[in-house]
């Protein structure tokens, strides 16, 4: 069975930086496409970076050029957030589409992780 689990979050003042990582664990072939999501109090999950196996990363308008995504497409998919603003704070979250140790293509979720930017 394959487990996301997220790290990195945390309390950063206004300006400052974050970098979060999201591990995969268990048997697959590699990781296939990758996205980083984020959820506010009253809002809904927003989809905020994605990076294909071709290295086509895509980002939202609220954080292109602030956040950087990447992985190493074997275990380990990273979002580098800096100049962070208040409304960054969120649940953040990863999904990751794996290529399955049989061959065929499944998506997995983290558990969430918190961040939150003080003014």
């Known amino acids: 069975q394959v487990q996301l689990v997220e790290s990195g979050g945390g309390l950063v003042p206004s300006g400052g930086s974050l970098g979060l990582s999201c591990e995969a664990s268990?048997?697959?072939?590699?990781?296939?496409?990758m996205y980083w999501y984020r959820q506010s109090p009253g809002n809904q999950r927003e989809l905020i970076a994605s990076l294909t196996l071709s290295h086509v990363m895509d980002y939202a308008p609220s954080v292109k050029g602030r956040f950087t995504i990447a992985s190493d497409f074997d275990k380990t998919v990273y979002l580098q957030m800096d100049k962070l603003r208040p409304d960054d704070t969120a649940l953040y979250y990863c999904?990751?589409?794996?290529?399955?140790?049989?061959?065929?293509?499944?998506?997995?979720w983290g558990q969430g992780i918190q961040v939150t930017v003080s003014s």
């Open positions: 268990g048997e697959y072939r590699n990781l296939q496409q």
């Open positions: 999904r990751v589409m794996i290529i399955e140790h049989e061959g065929y293509a499944n998506n997995y």
